[in-house]
């Protein structure tokens, strides 16, 4: 079975001073990912923003166990007030921000599919409340909402 290959490296962001973390370490595991950084990086609404420096825990459905949630981005942006707004960002694909669907058999790759559905359920419910404790946000970006594929109109 072949591996995916994403297009993975180490970010060297324009305006370092926005960035709150370690500078030579901002890694980013995905396009999807490196587009976000650069958007941070050249927003002037953005304040600070990190990479996987907020860590959650939660219990995994699958196993029982608790684990740590590296969030993808923690991104302190200034509102149109002029307050700092926290907002905790994941970047998924839209496929897994729904529950897969039974394919008429339970293949490897649905059973797969669904197991990963619980586990980011499980980790984005845990964000929800960290967040909600602390009065920030949390928002999961998808392919349609970083601007790389139409949003399907439905109808």
């Not at 219990?59 to 200034?78: L, M, N």
């Not at 729904?98 to 984005?124: D, F, S």
Request: with cysteine.
């Amino acid at each position: 079975m072949a591996k995916h290959k994403f297009h993975q490296g180490y970010f060297k962001p324009t305006n370092p001073q926005k960035y709150s973390g370690e500078l030579n370490e901002i890694f980013y595991r995905s396009s999807w990912e490196q587009r976000a950084m650069k958007w941070f990086d050249s927003n002037p609404g953005i304040v600070k923003w990190n990479s996987e420096g907020c860590v959650i825990p939660y219990i995994c459905p699958t196993d029982g166990e608790w684990h740590r949630y590296f969030i993808d981005f923690a991104v302190q942006s200034k509102k149109r007030d002029g307050s700092l707004q926290i907002t905790l960002i994941e970047i998924k694909p839209a496929a897994q921000r729904v529950e897969p669907k039974y394919p008429g058999r339970k293949t490897k790759t649905y059973i797969q599919a669904c197991l990963t559905y619980l586990k980011n359920k499980a980790k984005w419910a845990a964000a929800e409340k960290y967040c909600a404790e602390r009065g920030w946000h949390f928002m999961i970006l998808d392919e349609y909402d970083l601007g790389l594929k139409p949003r399907p109109v439905n109808g």
